[in-house]
Antibody
Framework: EVQLVESGGGLVQPGRSLKLSCVASGFTFSNYGMNWIRQAPGKGLEWVAYISSGSSYIYYAETVKGRFTISRDNAKNTLYLQMTSLRSEDTALYYC?????????WGQGASVTVSS | DVLMTQTPVSLPVSLGGQVSISCRSSQSLVHSDGNTYLHWYLQKPGQSPQLLIYRVSNRFSGVPDRFSGSGSGTDFTLKISRVEPEDLGVYYCLQSTHLWTFGGGTKLELK
């Protein structure tokens, strides 16, 4: 069974940093690209970042470019999202999602609240 | 950036009824490889989104044939027939021709 489990969320002050992790199991992690998608409270889905299977291709949404860094460790089956210079508008549930031909598996999300 | 516009925002339905959701993109979603990367997801209350339809009209594994997708270019439609209670939630379209962009969502709820 494909499983994606996010962790690392929490309450953080504006301007500070936070690092999310997503541990994958049930599939060959190194064969898949991965995404981070977020959902602000009561709002819709927003794609945040993508990383290819071997980390050669990385893309970001304009809203996070220069502040967030996506990375992965295929030996540890783990995806990361390093978030810096956090703003109140970054408050959201952050999902990791597998990207093969399709974005077909999602985790349950890690909650990030940016507030003083 | 590609803008995805979904209508309506809210869609009341009676069980057993039929509904349609529209998704329009600000530019063509036909990829240089000839495919159109427009997909549909359902997010049930308290759950992560689940894939329903991929590349316009293909049902994902386990998705009942009550769900159908159609469209081309910039204009796409999701139809749900014989609506059941488990179909309630928020539907999103997603384009992945030009990076990734979600539509704003359509909440399917009981009349």
């Amino acid at each position: 069974e494909v499983q994606l489990v996010e962790s690392g969320g929490g309450l953080v002050q504006p301007g500070r940093s936070l690092k999310l992790s997503c541990v994958a199991s049930g599939f060959t992690f190194s064969n898949y690209g991965m995404n981070w998608i977020r959902q602000a409270p009561g709002k819709g889905l927003e794609w945040v970042a993508y990383i290819s299977s071997g980390s050669s291709y990385i893309y970001y949404a304009e809203t996070v470019k220069g502040r967030f860094t996506i990375s992965r460790d295929n030996a540890k089956n783990t995806l990361y999202l390093q978030m810096t210079s956090l703003r109140s508008e970054d408050t959201a549930l952050y999902y990791c999602a597998r990207q093969g031909q399709l974005m077909d598996a999602w985790g349950q999300g890690a909650s990030v609240t940016v507030s003083s | 950036d590609v803008l995805m516009t979904q209508t309506p925002v809210s869609l009341p339905v009676s069980l057993g009824g039929q509904v349609s959701i529209s998704c329009r993109s600000s530019q063509s979603l036909v990829h240089s490889d000839g495919n159109t990367y427009l997909h549909w997801y359902l997010q049930k209350p308290g759950q992560s989104p689940q894939l329903l339809i991929y590349r316009v009209s293909n049902r994902f594994s386990g998705v009942p044939d009550r769900f159908s997708g159609s469209g081309s270019g910039t204009d796409f439609t999701l139809k749900i027939s014989r609506v059941e209670p488990e179909d309630l939630g928020v539907y999103y379209c997603l384009q992945s021709t030009h990076l990734w962009t979600f539509g704003g969502g359509t909440k399917l709820e009981l009349k």
